[in-house]
Each structure stands twice: as C-alpha cells, then as structure tokens.
C-alpha cells in the first residue's frame, strides 16, 4: 500500500521505527531541533515523504521486500516505498546548522544541551559546495542556535548568505532567532524566505518551555518580514503536544494567517537529554490531521498556500503535514 495522508500522518503520531542500519544508505545526522543528534531518515511513498527517527523500541518495523522498504505493524504492512538520499539534512536541499549551541534553554530542544560545532562561513560555503556537486541541489537553508546574540548569528548569517548568494541561483531560506532589522538585513543580502519560530503562543506553555526572548518580539518581526519578503514566504514553526487546547491551536493559526505567516504545525518531540524538563504528549494522528485541515481552510481564507514554498520544513514535508501537498 502506498502513503496517503492518513498513514502519513500515523507515521509521524509514532515518530521511529525499527531498521536494520544497513537498509539506510547515506543518512545525515541532523544538528538542530527537536532531532538533535538522532539517527533518522526519510521513507517515500507515492507523492507523501516522512522522516523517522532509528529506534529499536519502536512499534514500527521496517523490512526489505522484492526492492522495496515496507513498514509493519503488528506485523501487518503498513505501507511501502522507499528510502530518499539526503543532501544535508534533506532531500533535495542543503540544510546547514550554523551554531550546533544555544544560550536559551527552550525545555523541547536539545541543542543547549549538546553543545555541537559553530561553523565557519568557509565550512558553510564548502558543505554547500559538496551538496551541489551531486547535481540535485534545489535550495539552501540556513539555521542556526545562538551562539552568543541573536544580533550576531544574524550578523553572519547575512554575511553567509551574500556568499552563497554570489554562487547559487537557487533559493535561499533563513531561520534564525529574530531582531528588530534582520528581515531587511536577510533580504539585502539574498535571502529568499525566512522562518522565525514562535514554538507555541499559548503564553502560559510558552513562559514555561520557551526561555528566549518575548513571543511578542517574534510576532512583530514576523509581520515585518510579510512586509519585506511578502505572503508565502515567511514561516514559523507551531509546536502541538505541549499541553495547548485544539481551540488555542486554531485562534493563533488564523492570528498568524491574518498577518500573511505560514504556521508550520509541528508535532512534539521529547529529546532524551530533556527528559523530567517538560510534559508533553505526541498528538495522535487523529487530532493532527484534524488540525492541518483547520490549518488548511484558514490559509486558504487568507489566500496563502503552503505548496508554493521553496526552503526549509514546507517543502521538504519530513516531519509535518503540509496542508497544501499532503491532504
């Protein structure tokens, strides 16, 4: 059987799955979000694309048969395809991390707590460079933690992406922690889209989970970045599973359709080095299909479409379900 938007979705409700190492081919280990350090690759079937994460406890179980890759469960095919070759991060793009570290202490997110490499603009460029060179590049992304300031990380994500600007006719998406002049600054320099993450807008889960800068400085430098990148290319990440209500889920998306943002509905992940830190539950595939169709009568409201992105989550599809390409 092949994925449709209800096995996708159950796929991402579980999150991993059982596989033999060898049946992985070339797999990057990713440096950012919720995945941080985890083996994990992206399984295709028919036009639907999810990533899992390698995890022998796992009630999936993936077997190799007649050429293709099969989940069970319960012993029961689930579903086949195949596994997808990775550039960096994922397929078709060079998704890069610039600083594998983070000063804020978001309780959902592991890099604080891995502490990883902040490369130079010479490892970027050369990593993009690799990327290319296998002929099957179609976009950049650029993310990062925060090294020291956000006012920094964006100081050189500018000068990166100038770079990779001078070298690449291809689009370039940006995220990064905001600053009140970083869209014009991104968008000088070269910058295609741009997503800033609000995690979650329930102010109470947010105040406890998320130890970064006010949600409201985000909010209002997302509005900025529709008015310098326009509708359709400015996205944030929308954190589901943190304790918020369908209800509170569904104001906020159409707060943020309002202003022209594209919210990412991201379904929680609880990283082993964060553990006793938070309380969250992984949504069912019931209530994240029920939210990406809400999602996705409301952008249609506000005349967005999720289909048209060219960097980053949208696109990819790995890990969400993208309103617009995959109900």
Do not use: W
Request: aromatic fraction near 6%.
């Amino acid at each position: 059987m092949k994925m449709n938007a209800e096995i996708k979705a159950e796929l991402i409700s579980i999150g991993a799955v059982d596989i033999d190492p060898e049946l992985l081919g070339r797999i990057t280990i990713p440096t950012a979000g919720p995945g941080a350090g985890g083996r994990a690759f992206f399984f295709k079937s028919g036009r639907h694309r999810v990533r899992l994460v390698v995890d022998g406890g796992s009630p999936l179980r993936a077997v190799k048969d007649k050429g293709d890759i099969v989940l069970l469960k319960g012993g029961k095919e689930l579903v086949r395809g195949s596994i997808e070759e990775e550039l960096i991060h994922c397929p078709g793009q060079a998704y890069i991390t610039m600083s594998e570290r983070c000063i804020y202490d978001c309780k959902f997110c592991p890099v604080p707590k891995l502490k990883g490499k902040v490369k130079s603009v010479e490892e970027i460029l050369a990593l993009v460079e690799d990327a290319n060179s296998h002929g099957k590049m179609e976009g950049i992304s650029i993310t990062s933690g925060v090294e020291e300031t956000p006012e920094k990380e964006v100081e050189k994500t500018v000068a990166v992406v100038k770079e990779l600007r001078k070298r690449y006719d291809v689009p370039i998406g940006v995220s990064v922690y905001p600053t009140k002049d970083s869209s014009r600054l991104l968008k000088d320099a070269g910058a295609t889209e741009v997503k800033y993450n609000v995690e979650t807008m329930d102010r109470g889960i947010y105040e406890k989970y998320c130890k970064k800068p006010p949600l409201e400085l985000t909010l209002r430098c997302l509005e900025d970045a529709v008015h310098i990148f326009g509708k359709n290319h400015v996205f944030t990440n929308f954190i589901v599973g943190l304790g918020e209500s369908d209800e509170i889920v569904e104001k906020y998306v159409e707060e943020l359709a309002k202003m022209g943002v594209i919210p990412n509905i991201r379904a929680v992940g609880v990283h082993p080095l964060r553990f006793g830190e938070l309380e969250a539950e992984r949504p069912t595939k019931e209530r994240l299909l029920k939210l990406t169709k809400m999602a996705r009568r409301i952008l249609d409201k506000y005349g967005l479409d999720a289909s048209v992105s060219k960097t980053m989550c949208l696109p990819c599809t790995g890990c969400d379900l993208n309103p617009h390409t995959d109900l």
